[in-house]
């Protein structure tokens, strides 16, 4: 089993930062990507970005070139970095971590952060 603790989140104005963390323990040698979903009220939840063990990215066509994501093998811990905030990013913000070579669907997530609230304001 692998337990991600998210940390970060909360509330900011639109064209704003924030910074979220995810710290993973337990059977962690399984995992391979790690990243960050998320699901707003009456959506499905989706990707926002993945960093696999050797730091190859991926990210949702909404926040390219806006987020960026980082991984510290060493804390296993992945950051997402969230610039331009807009209020179409509002969301619940997931951390997943998938023991597959690819995660960008949500499907293929394995285990799954405690998930954080994040608002943007208009």
């Known amino acids: 089993q692998v337990q991600l603790v998210q940390s970060g989140g909360g509330l900011v104005q639109a064209g704003g930062s924030l910074r979220l963390s995810c710290a993973a323990s337990g059977s962690i040698y399984s995992i391979n990507v790690m990243g960050w979903y998320r699901q707003a009220p009456g959506k499905q939840r989706e990707l926002v970005a993945t960093?696999?063990?050797?730091?190859?990215?991926n990210f949702g066509d909404s926040v390219k070139g806006r987020f960026t994501i980082s991984r510290d093998n060493a804390k296993n811990t992945v950051y997402l970095q969230m610039s331009s905030l807009e209020p179409e990013d509002t969301a619940v913000y997931y951390c997943?971590?998938?023991?597959?070579?690819?995660?960008?669907?949500?499907?293929?997530?394995?285990?799954w952060g405690q998930g954080t609230q994040v608002t943007v304001s208009s």
């Open positions: 997943g971590a998938s023991r597959l070579v690819m995660a960008t669907a949500p499907s293929r997530v394995n285990f």
């Open positions: 960093i696999t063990k050797g730091g190859t990215t």
